[in-house]
């Protein structure tokens, strides 16, 4: 961190927040350079406790989604939700989406007409997952560590 750096502001965000989305393009197979970079700051958190001794990520929930013209996007979610979780977020059932075009495609999502049914059905469930996780730890978080 230093001079410029927007963590510090973001940082708040999340802390701020009740869930944490974190999206991704795939690039080689693996997730974005600033998708990682996220993962590494919010490490720090891990030393970071509230009152009851619980990592200040503690009780909030993760989601992911990932786009792009290349396979990759399974592990990508793995990785995601693997440092998520040890940094402690919660992951709902069908926590996350994804849309692949062919591979070698050049096509983007963003350039899609309509969003294809699997993926909006996909995008529903883990919003409507999240948000349901997001009220049941807001109303009974987890125990406390001491």
Request: hydrophobic share 45%; glycine share 8%; proline share 4%.
């Amino acid at each position: 961190m230093g001079e410029g750096d927007a963590w510090p502001e973001i940082l708040d965000r999340v802390l701020d927040a009740d869930i944490l989305l974190v999206s991704t393009p795939t690039w080689l197979g693996q997730m974005s350079s600033v998708a990682h970079r996220v993962l590494e700051r919010l490490d720090a958190e891990i030393s970071q406790t509230d009152d009851a001794g619980r990592p200040s990520m503690v009780g909030k929930v993760a989601m992911c989604a990932v786009v792009g013209n290349e396979d990759g996007a399974h592990k990508i979610i793995a990785d995601v939700f693997g440092a998520l979780n040890d940094i402690g977020f919660s992951v709902p059932a069908q926590g996350s989406t994804y849309w692949n075009d062919e591979a070698m495609g050049g096509r983007d999502f963003k350039d899609l007409d309509t969003v294809p049914t699997a993926v909006a059905d996909a995008t529903n469930a883990a919003a409507r997952n999240a948000a349901h996780l997001a009220r049941l730890l807001s109303d009974n978080t987890y125990p406390a560590y001491q």
